[in-house]
Structure formats: structure tokens, C-alpha cells
């Protein structure tokens, strides 16, 4: 992890570029909030990540996870296990963060789909980060509350469910931005497209409700898009959904 993978994209706002997935850390004085974790194999370039911006693991008072897949929660074990980071999701993203159920693509789907461009490669990348590693956070609790969280950059949680069925973005008020995890992302090494779109549909667990609920993104106050893959996107978010769904 090098000091040019991580980038300021809004006051208090980094993100940190994993090669094949993104994750955030919020800043508030000496305090952070960490927004998902990727891979396993991500899990020293997490805590690099923190210590280039000039903190300590320790300055992280929680992790917020927008769902449960292998590459956003890597570092959620290891954080936990040396600094006791608490990690939060939706209710109905604990479970699947607890591993009482997994809703992931499969090897057979990824096999399924070896004939698009950038799969294999892609998938070849994800195993080498630990993506077929057993993964879970056994320690994930719901979110403390509702509206906005009492933590550094006072991100408010957004239920969208379909990538996963308890999948949440995050807006920022404060700098007018929405952490969108991977219900609406700007690239992704199986896509050809660069902008606002959705992930391959073998990816969801349910393609509709993955559609339907960028219908709450749209009516974010927000004109700077933060996704789980892909480059910052820059305009109204209701600008990036029409994007997306085209």
C-alpha cells in the first residue's frame, strides 16, 4: 500500500484504491470511521491505509459495512482481534455477516460466466486477496440507532437491499457525497463500461430489488458518488441512478 492509492475525495473523505476493490475512512480530528474492509489479502493494506493519513488502528471507532461479501469485510476479523474495532451493519446484514447463511457468487456462476471478458482474470485476482477464504465477522452488531450514526463524518445509513438482502449505502450530508458499496458502482474488471452502473447480475442475490433500490439513491442530496468499485463519479446521484438504469 503506497500514499498514492489513498485520496482525499471530499473534506474528511479518503478513498483508498485496493486494486479491484475500494474502501473509505471518514476523519474527524484524530478520530475515523472505516467503511467496509476489502479482501482478506486486504488486510495489512487496511491498516497501511490508516497509517498514512498519520493514525493509529486504534483512532478507528468502528467499522461500517455495506454488506457482507469477502472483499468488503477482510480486515474485519484482524481489526477486531488486535484492536476490539466494533463492525456494524444492517439487521438484516448480520446474519449473513455471521455466516448463518452466504448469499455470494459461487465458483460454479463464476464458471457459468468464464466466457465474458475480464472473469478469469478477475476471478484469478479475487483468489489470490483470499476470496474463496471462509470469511465472517462474527462480532458485527446492527446499526446503534437510526438516522445518522454518532461516529466520525456522520454517515446515515440507507437501506438497499439486493446485492445482498440487507446491502446499506451511506450519505454524507455534511460534504454531499453517498457511499454506495456495490449497489451502484462506476467499474469493475468483469465490466467494460467506465461510469455509473450496475454489477453483472450473476453477482446479485436479487437482480430486481438491486434495481429498485436505486430509487432511494436518487433522492439523495448528494452530487459525488463513492462506490465499492470503480473511480469517484462527480454530479447529482439522481444523475448517476439514470446512468445506470440506461
Wanted: glycine letters at 12%; one cysteine or more.
Amino acid at each position: 500500500m503506497n500514499r498514492s492509492d489513498v485520496h482525499q475525495v471530499a473534506d474528511g473523505v479518503f478513498r483508498v484504491d485496493g486494486g479491484i476493490v475500494n474502501w473509505y475512512l471518514l476523519r474527524d480530528g484524530r478520530d475515523l470511521t472505516l467503511v467496509d474492509a476489502g479482501y482478506p489479502g486486504n488486510a495489512g493494506d487496511v491498516e497501511s491505509s490508516i497509517r498514512l493519513l498519520g493514525h493509529d488502528p486504534r483512532d478507528v471507532r468502528a467499522l461500517l459495512v455495506t454488506h457482507a461479501h469477502a472483499d468488503h469485510i477482510g480486515a474485519a476479523g484482524p481489526l477486531h482481534a488486535q484492536y476490539d474495532t466494533p463492525a456494524y451493519c444492517s439487521a438484516a446484514e448480520v446474519p449473513h455477516a455471521h455466516r448463518e447463511f452466504l448469499e455470494q457468487v459461487t465458483p460454479v456462476q463464476v464458471l457459468a460466466n468464464a466466457w465474458r471478458p475480464g472473469v478469469l482474470p478477475w476471478a484469478l485476482r479475487a483468489i489470490r486477496l483470499g476470496g474463496t477464504t471462509p470469511t465472517a465477522v462474527p462480532h458485527a452488531q446492527p446499526f446503534p440507532g437510526t438516522g445518522p450514526l454518532d461516529l466520525p463524518g456522520g454517515p446515515v445509513p440507507v437501506p438497499t437491499p439486493g446485492h445482498t438482502r440487507g446491502h446499506s449505502a451511506f450519505h454524507l450530508p455534511s460534504v454531499g457525497a453517498v457511499l454506495t458499496g456495490d449497489g451502484l458502482v462506476t467499474g469493475h474488471p468483469t465490466s467494460r463500461r467506465t461510469g455509473p452502473q450496475l454489477l453483472p447480475g450473476f453477482f446479485d442475490h436479487d437482480r430486481p430489488a438491486t434495481v429498485a433500490t436505486l430509487a432511494p439513491l436518487a433522492g439523495l442530496d448528494a452530487e459525488l458518488v463513492l462506490p465499492g468499485h470503480g473511480e469517484p463519479w462527480h454530479g447529482p446521484v439522481a444523475d448517476a441512478v439514470a446512468a445506470a438504469r440506461s
